[in-house]
Structure formats: C-alpha cells, structure tokens
C-alpha cells in the first residue's frame, strides 16, 4: 500500500483542520465535539463507486465536491444551514496520498462554501472504495416535504436536468466540446448547490435528487394534494435553450432529462410568489400530473433505483 493509517489521518487532519470556533474538539479524539443549537438537522449518504461515481469520468477532488454536495443538500431542503460534517471513507489501497488528499480537499471545500467544516469521521480498508458523509445543520424554521397547500405555486431553485445529460454524454462517450456540454459534465461530476434563493418562506421544500417526478409525488403525497407541472412554464426558463441546444446535440431526451433526471440538487419548494422558477401548482387530488399546451403527457416510470 505503500502508506499507514495514521499517514492517511495526518493528511485528513491537515485538510480539514480549520480552527473553527464553533468546534470544541475535533479530529483526533474519539469523537467530535461542537456547539449546538436548538433545531438540529441530520442527515447521511452512502455513497459506492461504480455506483454513484467512477474513477474514470471523475478526479478524486470531484468526487470528494459531489458526495459532500449530495449531504448538505439535504440540510438546506430542510430551510437549513449547514454546520458540521463526518466523513467516513473505505480505501481500497490502491489509492495513493495525493489521490486521497485531493478527495479530502474537495469535501472541505464543498463544506467551507456552505459554511460548514468537517469535525471527523472513520477510515477502513475494504475492496470496494465507498465514502459516507453525515452533515449535521440547524434551523430557526424547519420546513418538511409535509405542507403544500392548495392554490400554492411550485417552484425550482434552477432548471433540472443538467446532471444527467453529463451522465448521458459521459455514458455514451460523446465528443462534445461546446459550453453547454462543459456545463453538464461539471453539473454531473460536482453539482452546484443553491446557497442564495431564498425559500424560507416556503409551505414545504425537497431537494430534487432522485427526479423532479419522484420527490414532486412524494411532496403531494405527503400534503394530501396534487402536483400539476405545466412544462410551458419550464420552457420558460433562462437556462431551457442551452439545455435544449445541448439534447439536440448529442440526441438527448429533454422531457426525460428534465422531469426524471437525478443528482441536480435542486431545491423544489412550493408556495406564494416565492424567487426561483414557477413550475406549476398546487391543487386538489392526489398525485403528479404534468401538462403541455393544455394537456396532460405521459411520462414513463423513472427508470433506476437502488432495487429495481
């Protein structure tokens, strides 16, 4: 292996020692400990390369933005601010130091962008690399996916659909070279998290990384109430043209993209005239819809899952 233990957690500590002051003790003792608050928010993800990532179409300081990335979201659905994460990693041995430094480095930075600092976590070794995350944030207003009431609005924080067609191109080895390729592949390999619209307003909230369809039905259900998606009111999106130029061009499915896609990080929340992009609303009944120029379109199922 070519390295020990504590090589690997004198690296990690360098990395992620920040001196912050909300941090009582951090890496190094048995367990972090930190200054808290009265709403606490927690959260964790798994995440198992081959699975979630691949070493070929991803740097280990891209892989270490979009697995910390994929956890503060969560935080931030919740109408929360992200404070502290615990990260707990499987190396498989063949890694070498930088590769692992660079990993460490692209987790810290993804937290420091969002206000948050790594107090500690695990490290074993194992066949399979996999890295798991725990981000612990608060909240003066918590806000659930429960909520959304009749005659809300629904809105995005961005325009879905930018990760998967990275995935798309990557998956299909496509040689795109335009900017709206470069967009998805950096969508796809460290989604941007939005740290600056402002839902606290909101009647419920989630963020959209298992589809737009999937969380919007699991938002309705939740309320009692229907979701009705108007994709006329998508297409009115700055970012829809650069999208659609982008499915046209490497052969794409923009519906598909779009509605079921993964992994954006978008934040959907509903709602009266709040920022972001109005995407349809709220009414009676049970269940997602979507509607194109007056009419409902069928969307075939989303297509992965862990256990499908």
């Known amino acids: 292996m070519g390295y020990s233990e504590s090589d690997v957690i004198a690296i990690l500590a360098e990395v992620f020692e920040k001196g912050d002051p909300r941090v009582i003790v951090g890496i190094g003792d048995d367990a972090a400990l930190v200054r808290g608050s009265a709403h606490q ?41 992200c404070d502290y994460l615990l990260v707990a990693a499987t190396l498989t041995g063949k890694e070498d130091l930088d590769w692992i430094r660079a990993l460490a480095q692209g987790i810290a930075d993804e937290a420091a962008m969002a206000g948050a600092v790594v107090v500690g976590g695990d490290l074993v070794r194992s066949p399979i690399f996999t890295l798991a995350i725990t981000a612990v944030g608060h909240s003066e207003k918590v806000i659930e996916r429960k909520g959304a009431a009749i005659g809300d609005g629904i809105y995005l924080s961005s325009l879905t659909g930018w990760s998967t067609a990275g995935l798309e191109i990557l998956s299909g080895k496509h040689e795109i070279t335009s900017p709206n390729a470069h967009k998805a592949l950096a969508e796809y390999r460290a989604p941007t998290l939005d740290l600056t619209t402002d839902f606290s307003q909101a009647s419920s909230m989630c963020d959209v990384s298992d589809s737009l369809m999937t969380q919007g ?30 499915a046209q061009e490497v052969g794409g499915n923009l519906h598909n993209w779009i509605l079921q896609g993964g992994e954006d ?43 499908s």
């Open 217 to 246: 039905r699991q938002m309705a259900s939740a309320s009692g109430v229907r979701f009705e998606i108007n994709f006329n009111l998508i297409k009115a999106s700055d970012e829809f043209a650069d999208l659609s130029h982008l």
């Open 41 to 81: 928010i927690l959260t964790t993800d798994i995440a198992v390369e081959g699975v979630h990532f691949r070493r070929e179409w991803s740097t280990p300081y891209e892989i270490g933005r979009r697995i910390a990335a994929a956890n503060i979201a969560d935080v931030l659905s919740m109408n929360g601010k």
């Open 265 to 307: 990080h978008v934040l959907m929340a509903t709602g009266i005239e709040l920022p972001g992009l109005c995407i349809g609303r709220v009414v009676e009944g049970e269940g997602l819809i979507v509607i194109e120029n007056g009419r409902e379109i069928e969307m075939a199922p989303v297509a992965w899952s862990h256990f």
